[in-house]
């Protein structure tokens, strides 16, 4: 039987790159780029290429597990869902609403999202919904709402080929975004577009960079007032006209008169000339396209990063046409889709708010609940969630399709806070994981290419991942296992779906009359096409690629608002004990914390174990050898790695990836959030897994 290809769509990064899946036998055999999509037009990167052993891996989770005696046992389905939806239903009634939560990551489909929402905040009557893109996105995510409005990304993919500048900040993302990175090479060779790059690492991306800016870890807020303090005093900004769609354009010229090239060299460590270069390529440009990344919104200042990012597309009206604009790329496949459905503690379904009482009301009136029931104080971020576990606010958390042990920061107060929980359920593909190890109940799940649902692209396009097979075992689809917990929790008539296009059926309807407005969009239009960039208000509709073309922003006044920030050092500071900077990052050949990448031979084969990035300098002080195993330590742990030594960092910093737990609690501890900090922009909660201020020495024998 020939083999059979079916379109879908990528999995991991927030690219969205299509993809074809060929079946053979009733298996996945081999995974290609889609020739023609928008996002990669055929291009495929290692980590799908590489996919078809995650579908067979020893791993996979094929029955539902209950620990008894310590130990996790096979039990049916009716057993473990009665016994989550039992537990549950106690917890509520002796602790309130409030001690129940969930985590997700941020790679579930969009009709998965509404389900966690409407479960646990229109029926639980909790707010403590969270998922791994508070990890990644959350700064983007309130940048855009204090900058614009909203949570929308203006600017589309096709804005790379008219683009004459490039302007990239705290990502490598020849690496993490290769199809991406490759456009924007091409766009560079073709059109002569200008690149500059701001990271504290020379990278692969930083080769094509005509500028590279390699700032001190945190400093870029000093560093875009400073461009933005050349851009006016040079000339380059029409204030008057400006004036017209931004406001507070007088109060950011006065704090930019603070931050002339000469002090933003001293904050950053970038030559002043090369500041001043920048903003002048940035001032001349005609279409700038910015992309940032986790770089940025890992950090303690990370909304402010992202404001002041934002000025300087403003001020050089660059944005809303053709080749410019501000263009954020997300981590996950559907992170944008999770903050659109309500992902988190302080979102509502539609892109609404907990805390605003007529979105409250639509949601309570669609939903067909009291509105008192919508609790109107945002829940509790990730972090805060494993602060009530330590406290006992939190007694119950459902993980689904994340890994919180090994991805969240300052492991040990992680690990302690997990163990806490009366009730840690566990919903995922394999085991063991850092995080099944330790939860009270396994659930196995179906996982992409084995369900349907929808994912929302960093320009907003939503796609279908259809089924193309079935899953292994008795593992279920993520849908299907919260509508049977819901309904064994006796919520019968609020979830009486039989499919996920049910779901997504009922959840577009309350996107109407929103930017995410998704009434044109089925699944049937969307199994005849390449998907559809959002809002798309009816059938008839063809997508909007440009936000805002109109200049008019979704605020009081109708303006962007130009917002003056002052710069602040990272709350962590280096000193004697910690005179080092631990940067953490991606690799090319896995992903996250590795539950699926790892368990692939060739991927694992290229990248087996973890190291740490040193300068010569600081190698040469510390009598470190390239491929001396070192320790890395801080006031929250240690973890170990193989020393490579490189220019690519700053003398006094050190690059760790993030993908490597395993042993976690021995000698022998590779991973890297053992020793990261857990502070968190008060604006956005995320962490700053950018800067930690860690000590460096070489591993003694044992």
Do not use: H
């Given at each position: 039987m020939p083999i059979q290809w079916h379109k879908t769509t990528c999995p991991y990064c927030g690219f969205g790159c299509g993809l074809m899946a060929g079946v053979e036998n009733g298996k996945i055999i081999e995974i290609k780029g889609m020739p023609g999509h928008p996002a990669n037009d055929g291009m495929i990167c290692t980590l799908p290429a590489n996919s078809v052993p995650v579908f067979c891996a020893e791993d996979r989770l094929t029955k539902p597990m209950i620990r008894r005696d310590g130990k996790l046992s096979p039990v049916s389905w009716e057993e473990a869902i009665t016994h989550v939806a039992s537990r549950f239903q106690e917890i509520i009634e002796t602790h309130g609403p409030g001690a129940i939560a969930i985590h997700s990551g941020a790679t579930c489909t969009t009709?998965?999202?509404?389900?966690?929402?409407?479960?646990?905040?229109?029926?639980?009557?909790?707010?403590?919904?969270?998922?791994?893109?508070r990890l990644c996105m959350a700064s983007s995510a309130m940048g855009f709402m204090s900058t614009i409005g909203a949570d929308a990304p203006p600017a589309c993919y096709a804005d790379i080929e008219q683009a004459d500048l490039f302007f990239i900040a705290g990502n490598n993302m020849a690496i993490s975004v290769p199809a991406l990175f490759a456009r924007v090479a091409r766009s560079k060779r073709k059109n002569d577009a200008k690149v500059i790059v701001v990271d504290p690492r020379r990278s692969e991306t930083t080769g094509i960079a005509d500028i590279h800016l390699q700032i001190r870890p945190g400093t870029d807020v000093a560093l875009n007032n400073s461009i933005a303090h050349v851009l006016l005093k040079e000339g380059y900004v029409n204030e008057e006209k400006v004036a017209e769609y931004a406001s507070g354009i007088k109060d950011l010229k006065e704090l930019s008169e603070e931050y002339p090239p000469s002090r933003a060299s001293e904050i950053t460590g970038c030559p002043e000339q090369l500041i001043i270069d920048a903003a002048r390529m940035v001032g001349r440009s005609k279409a700038m396209l910015i992309f940032w990344f986790q770089g940025y919104n890992h950090s303690t200042q990370a909304v402010f990063k992202n404001n002041t990012l934002h000025n300087l597309w403003l001020l050089t009206n660059n944005f809303c046409k053709p080749g410019a604009g501000p263009l954020s790329i997300t981590g996950e496949c559907n992170a944008l889709g999770c903050r659109w459905v309500g992902g988190l503690s302080h979102l509502l379904p539609g892109m609404r708010m907990v805390a605003n009482p007529q979105h409250r009301q639509e949601v309570a009136d669609f939903w067909g609940i009291p509105t008192e029931k919508l609790h109107p104080v945002p829940g509790r971020s990730i972090m805060d969630i494993v602060s009530g576990l330590h406290s006992g606010d939190v007694r119950a958390l459902w993980v689904i399709a994340a890994n919180p042990a090994a991805s969240l920061p300052n492991t040990k107060w992680i690990l302690d806070g997990l163990s806490k929980a009366e009730m840690l359920v566990v919903q995922d593909i394999f085991h063991p994981t850092e995080t099944t190890k330790l939860a009270d109940v396994v659930l196995p799940a179906a996982q992409w290419c084995e369900k349907a649902g929808t994912f929302i692209s960093s320009e907003r396009r939503i796609e279908l991942a259809d089924k193309i097979i079935d899953p292994p075992g008795e593992a279920k689809p993520d849908c299907e296992i919260l509508w049977l917990v819901a309904r064994a929790?006796?919520?019968?008539?609020?979830?009486?779906?039989?499919?996920?296009?049910?779901?997504?059926?009922?959840?577009?309807?309350?996107?109407?009359?929103?930017?995410?407005?998704?009434?044109?969009?089925?699944?049937?239009?969307?199994?005849?096409?390449?998907?559809?960039?959002?809002?798309?208000?009816d059938v008839n509709h063809p997508g909007t690629p440009r936000l805002f073309t109109d200049r008019y922003f979704p605020r009081a006044d109708g303006r962007a608002a130009l917002l003056p920030r002052e710069y602040l050092p990272p709350k962590e500071t280096i000193n004697e004990i910690y005179p080092f900077v631990l940067i953490t990052g991606r690799q090319q050949w896995h992903f996250n914390t590795g539950v699926r990448t790892k368990r692939i031979p060739y991927l694992h084969q290229r990248a087996p174990d973890n190291f740490v990035e040193i300068h010569p300098h600081d190698a040469a002080q510390l009598r470190i050898q390239n491929g001396d195993e070192v320790e890395v330590s801080s006031s929250r742990g240690t973890t170990k790695g193989f020393a490579q030594i490189s220019g690519r960092v700053l003398q006094g910093n050190i690059f760790m990836p993030i993908h490597y737990g395993g042993a976690i609690n021995n000698k022998d501890a590779r991973l890297a959030n053992l020793v990261t900090n857990n502070i968190c922009d008060i604006h956005s909660k995320q962490p700053e897994y950018k800067f930690s201020a860690v000590n460096l020495k070489k591993s003694q024998p044992c």
């Open positions: 009709e998965e999202y509404y389900l966690m929402n409407k479960l646990i905040k229109g029926c639980i009557g909790s707010n403590n919904i969270e998922s791994s893109t929790m006796g919520f019968e008539k609020e979830f009486p779906y039989s499919s996920p296009e049910d779901v997504f059926g009922e959840f577009k309807q309350i996107t109407s009359g929103r930017i995410c407005d998704m009434n044109g969009v089925t699944y049937e239009r969307l199994r005849g096409n390449t998907g559809i960039q959002l809002p798309c208000p």
